[in-house]
């Protein structure tokens, strides 16, 4: 009878290899699904270091996230992020638009800087495709998402030498930060694409880096000012809670500064058109 336990002992070990060569195929697949739609969504290069899957319980992961700077910039990435957690049920994967419970995100880094007369957030929202393409230049239909709640740990915000009147890097850390209900604007449960859940993240921790940073004032005006327009952009239910952040920031400066500031703000506005 040695014989048969032998075989059976071959048998479990075999099926545990295969079970292992399909667990990291299909994380594999993840991974490189989730880059190539940030990709087309985003209208930049996104890189996905690598995406774990639990089999067995209601959540997955991706990590290494890096998202590239639009052209003119000098930054190589404007958005990093070192891990994504969600926590979802996986027959809800398969909605349309995908329900996903909760969001971690540990470490997002977010580069502020202009070039010519542009922030390069702005830039990146301007330069995105209405409808996603492929590498191979096919369109494709954009992931639709409902998130419940974004958390955001460890966060980062750098602002960068270029923006008029700042001269050298400023890091600005931010403990934690939460954004909710994304995609369920008036609870009409659309969803959001890829691009708007990136771009009213890294608008909302920008606005939080401004109001908490030692920025001198011109430097705060000029940012919060763009931020403001940028969160107008965004759907009437971001713009709520983040536009009234944006203008409390405007609103603390000294007059002094918000006169000569606004006028120069109008004329880069009429520049810009």
Known sequence: MKWVKRISIIV????LIAGAITYFSLNSIVRGVAERQATASLGVTTTVGGAQLSLFGGSFGLSNIDVSSPPKFTA???FTLDSVGLDVHYGQLFDTPIHIQKITIDHPVVVVE?????????ALMDQMPQTPKTSSGAETQPIKLVIGELDL???????LPGIPGLSDSVQVPIESMTLKNIGNAQGNQNGAAIKDVVMQTVVAMSIKAVDASKLSPNVKMLVAQDLNLLAG???PDFANQYQPMADTILKQLPQKIQGPANQILQGLQNLKK
């Open 76 to 78: 190589p990435n404007l």
């Open 153 to 159: 740990n460890n966060a980062q915000v750098n602002f």
């Open 12 to 15: 479990v070990l075999l099926i």
């Open 114 to 122: 202009q070039s010519g007369l542009k922030l390069n957030l702005d």
């Open 233 to 235: 952009k965004l759907g």
